[in-house]
């Protein structure tokens, strides 16, 4: 690794990320503040984040296109329920249209960001993939869109055993090009969205596909097509018939969540009834897809036109419920004592999850400890100035937040503008409120983190919000200005954009 001196090359907001948020902050950024200049750090050698890192058959997305996509581009394919492929494209088209990827700085990793009061910007240390250098950029903006797990790593439980399973073991994070599954036993360990995706995709060539799961998820067939999205573009022009495709779907994806919130035992009921429907008559349907937790408590898995039940009914797949006892030379023993052969087991157990990406921060020196923060609006933290992140709905379409916290970050370099301010920084300073987890959600991949992760409060703009009905009035349209945030002004350069601004609206 080489070291540097070089002048670090200064942007008015880094964006760290080339993934679906990054993307779309970019494109809010140069719409809303042409005037500024900006850069995307990615880590990887591509752009498209999660749709272009991971390579396991049949990946697809697990919301509709027509909400998961920007509200800035309509989704044209016919497919709502899109394959890794097609979103990957979607994200090229989006960010070669825009002028976005001559901004992109691929093999760019951060390591760490200091901020200064003094100089009132960032300074990011970047390390060079592809040739081992550290840089360094500086920012008066730094905006967080790396997600929220980590890239390189997988989360995969200990397996008793596994040292004496003759066979492969793959994680779906770090898929093999070459893996040939033609003919073979393969059991695949998970009931999540991976594993669901997984089986019928590997089912057709495989010899048998087993889903091994310890207890049981909430699986539901959707359509793989949207007639009404289709039907409402060719009627209306991609423009306007998209924006009437979102708006339905935005409201579906909000009525089925709140049904099942209000009432669990009848939307279980509901599922269950659709499930056996698609299953063989007599099959299991309780023992299999029947969880113990309500619905919405984790989040349903979505199958297009009900692809995992038609490879179980076919016979190409099935699903076992039972324990790991351990691993064997030739497959899995249970706890039951039955054995599951395999030449290659899967282990779809879930993600590492990292929200910042590993970044570190500090603060004139001082070390943040992101568990110690608040999150102002699910978008900034408590205590560190001039600092956005973005998080997506764990219980809707995850880019229908990202938009709206893109747009409430420009609007807020507006007030800041209009006002003379360069810094802002939220203080949590209610004594009235008290702390939670920043993610009411009971998936394991979220309760493993929680503890390393900022959190939320009891109210106002520090609660997190998974509605976006409620987002869309504080975000969009409610007001920048807040007690909860702290501007100030530390350079004359402020004050002569402010001045313009002023110029510029009262012409």
């Known amino acids: 690794m080489t070291d540097t001196h070089t002048h670090p090359e200064h942007v008015d907001v880094l964006i760290v990320g080339a993934g679906i948020s990054g993307l779309g902050a970019a494109y809010y950024l140069q719409k809303d503040h042409p005037e500024r200049s900006y850069a995307i750090l990615e880590g990887r050698a591509a752009l498209g984040g999660t749709w272009d890192l991971f390579r396991y058959p049949g990946i697809r997305s697990d919301s509709d296109l027509h ?3 920007y509200e800035f581009k309509p989704w044209r394919d016919d497919d709502a329920i899109a394959s890794a492929d097609k979103i990957l494209d979607y994200l090229r088209e989006t960010a070669t249209e825009n002028g976005i990827d001559a901004k992109i700085r691929y093999q760019h990793k951060v390591l760490g960001a200091a901020w200064s009061s003094t100089d009132a910007r960032w300074t990011v240390d970047v390390e060079r993939a592809d040739t081992g250098e550290l840089v360094q950029f500086s920012a008066n903006w730094l905006f967080n869109a790396g997600g929220y797990y980590r890239y390189d790593q997988g989360y995969t439980p200990e397996f008793p055993g596994r040292d004496r399973f003759r066979g492969e073991i793959v994680h779906p994070q770090h898929w093999p090009e070459d893996l040939d599954y033609a003919g073979k036993k393969v059991v695949i360990i998970g009931s999540g969205a991976t594993a669901v995706t997984l089986v019928p995709a590997m089912a057709p060539t495989a010899g048998h596909v087993t889903m091994l799961q310890r207890s049981p998820t909430y699986v539901m067939s959707v359509p793989g097509k949207d007639g009404f999205a289709i039907t409402a573009q060719k009627l209306l022009g991609p423009e306007r018939g998209y924006a009437l495709a979102r708006r339905k779907n935005i409201l579906k994806q909000r009525g089925i969540y709140q049904f099942c919130q209000k009432f669990p035992n009848a939307a279980r009921r509901l599922i269950r009834g659709l499930t056996a429907k698609d299953l063989p008559e007599g099959y299991p349907v309780d023992e299999h897809f029947n969880p113990t ?16 039940f038609k490879a179980i009914s076919g016979g190409s797949a099935s699903v076992v419920t039972d324990r790991i006892a351990t691993f064997t030379e030739t497959g899995i023993l249970l706890e039951s004592g039955r054995e599951l052969e ?13 929200l910042l990406g590993g970044v570190t921060l500090t603060v004139d020196g001082r070390p943040v400890d992101v568990s110690d923060t608040v999150a102002y609006k699910a978008m900034m933290l408590s205590g560190v100035p001039n600092f956005a992140f973005s998080v997506g709905y764990t219980n809707s379409s995850w880019t229908l937040k990202v938009g709206l916290v893109c747009e409430h970050f420009c609007r ?5 503008d209009a006002h003379g301010y360069d810094t802002v920084v939220p203080e949590f300073d209610d004594p ?3 702390t939670l987890p920043l993610l009411n959600f009971s998936a394991g991949y979220i309760q493993r983190a929680l503890d390393g992760m900022p959190r939320q409060a009891s109210g106002g703009p520090w609660q997190v919000s998974m509605n976006y009905f ?3 009035k504080q975000l969009r349209e409610g007001s920048v200005a807040d007690p909860s945030l702290h501007f100030g002004t530390s350079s004359p350069s402020s004050a002569r954009r402010s001045a313009v601004v002023a110029e510029v609206v009262s012409a």
């Open 67 to 69: 909400t998961f996509g």
């Open 293 to 308: 937790y309500n619905p919405w408590d984790q989040r349903l898995c979505a199958v297009p036109d009900g692809d995992l």
């Open 342 to 354: 395999a030449d290659i087991i899967i282990t779809a157990t879930g993600l590492n999850v990292q």
């Open 412 to 416: 807020l370099l507006s007030h800041m």
């Open 432 to 434: 009235t409120l008290t």
């Open 470 to 472: 409620h987002d869309v």
